[in-house]
């Protein structure tokens, strides 16, 4: 098994950053692509980012490209996700996601249903 913990949520305005952090524990991450959903009110989970096992790398949804930044230490056993330019549409539930499918270099996911273990989630509040 493996736990993630998610922190760094909160509320900030428009055009500000926040920076998400993802802590494992039970197993090493370094054989799991890692991803970031979120999900808002009324809305099904998307999927923001993934990295993979080695950090070489990385996917985005289009949405949050050039705003957003994964990144990953695995001797740390942590995630990050790096949110600058915030709008108030980026306000959402965000979960860390941990995928252990063994796949092709370069290959990451983008469905919820190809990750194994979730963290809780984090508030993202995103004043206008």
């Known amino acids: 098994q493996v736990q993630l913990v998610e922190s760094g949520g909160g509320l900030v305005q428009a055009g500000g950053s926040l920076r998400l952090s993802c802590a494992a524990s039970?197993?090493?991450?370094?054989?799991?692509?890692m991803g970031w959903f979120r999900q808002a009110p009324g809305k099904e989970r998307e999927f923001v980012a993934a990295?993979?096992?080695?950090?070489?790398?990385?996917s985005y949804v289009d949405s949050v490209k050039g705003r957003f930044t994964i990144s990953r230490d695995n001797a740390k056993n942590t995630v990050w996700l790096q949110m600058n330019s915030l709008k108030h549409e980026d306000t959402a539930v965000y979960y860390c996601?941990?995928?252990?499918?063994?796949?092709?270099?370069?290959?990451?996911?983008?469905?919820?249903?190809?990750?194994?273990?979730w963290g809780q989630g984090t508030q993202v509040t995103v004043s206008s």
């Open positions: 996601a941990a995928d252990g499918t063994v796949r092709r270099v370069g290959v990451m996911s983008r469905s919820t249903r190809d990750y194994d273990y």
């Open positions: 039970g197993r090493t991450l370094s054989n799991f692509i």
């Open positions: 990295i993979s096992r080695g950090g070489y790398s990385t």
